[in-house]
């Protein structure tokens, strides 16, 4: 189970990542499925937010994946969501869909109950794309919707965090 006592709020992490934005003249997308909009909506909440903000997605079916991301048959091939291959597919689609300089996603189950797929409540895979792909799967051990939904955003905006921290600018 990761640590969770050790990550910033929603709140936090949205400002944090947004002042990082800015500065870098960056700018993300996110597609969302468990989290259900709280990571964009944590990016938002800052004022100025349109300078990076490009757009946001909830993502929560495969229909919506065909209408708001153009999901095909072709790409969905040899995978499944809530997969960190899925979640990079994702990452990368709504980041050139809405020309922005990163993509973020993640899928996952938020519980009380499994994903159809066989996953447990409290698992997500996360993935950002922009110069190069990263992803990481997130098991909670927790069945707690609303917890896991905030636990899967805030690892999200983290993971962007890092990427942002490893990646020199004019590297993407």
Known sequence: MPETTTLPSLPELGARVGARLRERGDTVAVSESSAGGLVSAALLAVPGASAYFKGGAVVYSRRAGRALLGMT????????????PYARLVAGKIKDSHHATWGISESGAAGPSGSPYGD?????????VGGAAHSR?????????????????????ALLDEVLDATPQSAV
């Open 73 to 84: 048959a072709t790409d969905m091939e040899g995978l499944r969501a809530e997969t960190e």
């Open 120 to 128: 447990p409540a409290g698992r997500a895979c996360l993935a950002v």
């Open 137 to 157: 799967v997130v098991e909670t051990g927790l069945t707690d919707r609303p917890t896991n939904m905030d636990l899967f955003a805030r690892h999200l905006l």
